[in-house]
């Protein structure tokens, strides 16, 4: 039993090592550029406090472990989001935070509620993402102008 045992962490040993070469290879396969820009996330990765790098370590874990259409998605809102203006994202964060101030029971209610409606409404879903696709081609001045239009228009 223990043999076995001691081959089988011998074997994981060999894997991680094997890992680790592969991901050397791919790193130094990287322009310049990108490898100063991967070390200095790594020196801001180390400068955070323990619990904020547990749960950005377990994002990725959580991403790593979604199907391939669902990481597609999770890419496109990212890139949406870098795609805004300064004001935009501040904007958005802040609705963000308003929304996990909420209690843990109406924001759960709240995401199955948009979940049925998109469900309910493939229609809807499809004009909400052709909306998205419009918006992300318009200019920041265009943005800003659709915006305040909008605030003229609310009660």
């Known amino acids: 039993m ?5 081959v089988v962490v011998l074997g994981l040993g060999l894997v991680a090592r094997a890992q680790d070469a ?7 396969a990287l322009p310049e550029a990108q490898k100063q820009a991967l070390r200095e996330k790594l020196a801001a990765f180390k400068q955070l406090p323990p619990e904020e790098k547990q749960r950005l370590l377990e994002n990725t874990a ?20 870098q795609q805004l203006s300064p004001e935009e994202r501040r904007e958005l964060r802040e ?3 308003e929304f996990k101030k909420r209690p843990p029971e109406e924001r759960r209610e709240l995401r199955q509620r948009m979940r049925a409606w998109l469900k309910a409404n493939p229609e809807k879903r499809e004009q909400l993402r052709d909306n ?8 920041p001045a265009q ?3 659709l915006r305040q239009r909008a605030k003229e228009r609310r009660p």
């Open 62 to 81: 959580r991403f790593k472990a979604l199907p391939s259409e669902d990481q597609d998605r999770v890419r496109e809102n990212l890139k949406a989001f």
């Open 143 to 145: 943005r800003q102008e």
């Open 22 to 28: 592969a991901a050397v290879e791919r790193f130094n």
């Open 2 to 6: 223990k043999n076995v045992l001691l």
């Open 95 to 97: 609705r963000f935070q």
């Open 132 to 139: 998205l696709r419009r918006w992300r081609e318009l200019s």
